[in-house]
């Protein structure tokens, strides 16, 4: 028989900001304030505790189809995010989702990248597009290490009836070096424990009606591997 792990109670939530455009990519800043990514609109939003909402800067080249998804803070106190180069937005249960039965590729799409905020100076470069002259499709997660790089996931996208095949890279904060470190479909989801001798990832394979399923709400995901025993119930809004 199968012993489903116990899952921990969940602490009283606050909702410290409504309204959102996809929120996702969290940075607790040393000041108090949140800095979140919107996927929806490609913002970058610095949150202070009492809700106010300031935009710092806009990912989204093409215009309407976001793309800011997670961000970190690199060695030099900037912020690094992953550009997922846009979504083709559908409207489904009430909700925005980036899917569609043509695919989640945009018009005007240019390819994913990774980005770097200047904090002070509000400037919005360019760190990373390309590895050995394959462009990015769409970077998903970041985290630094310890020693001046960063691990990060590109799950590619879907093109209706062909998806990209996903990889994880690792690149300097500097701009100098990118490599793909593994290449997996959908490698998606790094851990955030200071990893430096391990990255993990998760790759999801969801038939069509389970991915139905998986909008609808009330999924729970298992890991059985004997180290990492795991059982959590998504939230509906996931």
């Excluded at 590619?156 to 290449?183: N, W």
Aim: hydrophobic share 35%.
């Amino acid at each position: 028989a199968t012993t489903t792990p116990p899952t921990a109670p969940t602490p009283p939530l606050r909702a410290v900001a409504e309204g959102r455009g996809f929120p996702e990519g969290p940075v607790a800043l040393p000041d108090g304030d949140l800095l979140v990514t919107e996927v929806r609109t490609g913002d970058i939003v610095r949150v202070a505790p009492d809700g106010t909402r300031t935009t710092l800067a806009c990912v989204d080249r093409i215009g309407g189809a976001g793309g800011a998804n997670s961000a970190a803070i690199g060695p030099d106190g900037a912020v690094y995010i992953t550009n997922n180069g846009g979504f083709r937005w559908t409207l489904r249960n009430g909700s925005e989702l980036p899917f569609s039965p043509v695919g989640n590729v945009p018009d005007g799409y240019e390819g994913g990248r990774i980005d770097r905020l200047d904090l002070s100076t509000g400037e919005l470069t360019t760190v990373y597009d390309t590895c050995d002259g394959r462009r990015f499709n769409g970077p998903n997660d970041l985290v630094f290490d310890g020693h001046g790089g960063f691990w990060f996931t590109d799950m590619g996208k879907d093109h209706g009836r062909t998806m990209d095949k996903g990889a994880v890279y690792y690149g300097l904060a500097d701009g100098s070096s990118v490599r793909a470190v593994v290449d997996e479909q959908h490698a998606e989801g790094l851990t955030r424990d200071e990893v430096t001798a391990a990255v993990h990832y998760v790759r999801f394979e969801l038939s069509p009606s389970e991915v139905e399923a998986f909008a609808r709400g009330g999924v729970r995901l298992e890991c059985d591997l004997s180290n990492y025993l795991e059982s959590a119930v998504l939230p509906d809004f996931t």
